[in-house]
């Protein structure tokens, strides 16, 4: 199968298209022809040698394709059913790859809106759960706009909680289509938000890693009230927790999408795709930031099989 991959570490360049072994499923995996792979900060982070030390690394940890192979013990899919979900092994940017946690596509959804998922709703789900958000919480999200910033507001509302987000001018008209108040990050963020919220907010959740986590500790009025996903150093600085899937994931959360998406009260746009051969591009436009949504490599199936 080809398979995106990287031998050295360094700028978008030092990725390549590959062959590999086609994977086979383990007990209670499925193994997907894959449609689409989500492209994340941490997969150029990874090709930067800011994670991970060996080489070479595959790349990609969430897709949706169709069920070509069952692993030992599934019995909640079938050959054939179209499936997203996470890749334990880091290999989902390929044109097979084996998933260790899914469920089905919602029937409103294309491959890549269904494979830009699986990550920003687990992370969001993952926060939301440890700050203990729900009805009547005041949250304020740094970072709202991109994809798990927007998942955060969007589950939070279903909660029947109250969102405060900060992003950029351009994008506050779509989180007001969110339910989330806007502010604009920066400079004076601490009176804006007291503007809308005088007495602070609940909990705080930082997406963007933008060095706010003290203004986030005061708004929120103790660090136990913080999340952040982005700033591991400022977390450590400031006593805030920093969420990652070490913790435990809210894999649960997959299963819980699919009403939400098709009753229209959970959307997570697709900002760009791109053919799989192209990855070096996607790495590109995402490094260079402002992209509201998700990036999406798409694999086209082989001829004769269903798209």
Request: contains cysteine; aromatic residues 4%; proline residues 7%.
């Amino acid at each position: 199968m080809k398979a995106a991959r990287f031998s050295r570490f360094g700028g978008p360049e030092v990725l390549e298209i590959v062959d590999l072994p086609d994977p086979r499923p383990g007990p209670g995996q499925v193994r997907i022809a894959v449609r689409a792979a989500g492209v994340n900060p941490s997969d150029w982070k990874k090709r930067a040698g800011l994670m991970d030390e060996g080489l070479p690394q595959t790349l990609g940890y969430e897709a949706a394709g169709i069920v070509d192979e069952l692993g030992e013990g599934v019995e909640d899919v079938a050959l054939g059913d179209r499936v997203f979900g996470f890749s334990a092994e880091g290999a989902a940017q390929a044109e097979s790859a084996v998933l260790s946690h899914y469920a089905p596509i919602p029937l409103s959804l294309g491959f890549p809106g269904a494979a830009a998922l699986p990550a920003a709703v687990e992370t969001a789900t993952r926060a939301l759960d440890q700050l203990g958000v729900g009805c009547g919480s005041t949250l304020l999200v740094n970072g709202a706009s991109g994809s798990v910033g927007s998942a955060a507001v969007q589950l939070a509302v279903v909660r029947g909680a109250r969102v405060i987000g900060t992003a950029s001018p351009a994008n506050h008209e779509y989180l007001r289509s969110l339910e989330a108040e806007p502010v604009a990050y920066g400079e004076g963020l601490v009176g804006r938000v007291r503007a809308l919220a005088p007495d602070g907010v609940d909990v705080a959740l930082d997406v963007a890693g933008s060095g706010v986590l003290p203004e986030l500790v005061e708004l929120a009025g103790d660090a136990r009230h913080v999340v952040t996903i982005a700033d591991f150093a400022g977390a450590r600085e400031h006593g805030v927790r920093f969420s990652s899937g070490d913790s435990g994931r809210a894999f649960h959360a997959l299963a819980q999408i699919d009403e939400l998406t098709e009753s229209g009260r959970f959307a997570l746009p697709v900002a760009a795709t791109f053919p799989l051969t192209e990855i070096a591009e996607a790495h590109r436009t995402g490094e260079a930031g402002g992209v509201r949504g998700k990036l999406v490599l798409v694999v086209d199936p082989p001829v004769g099989q269903p798209g």
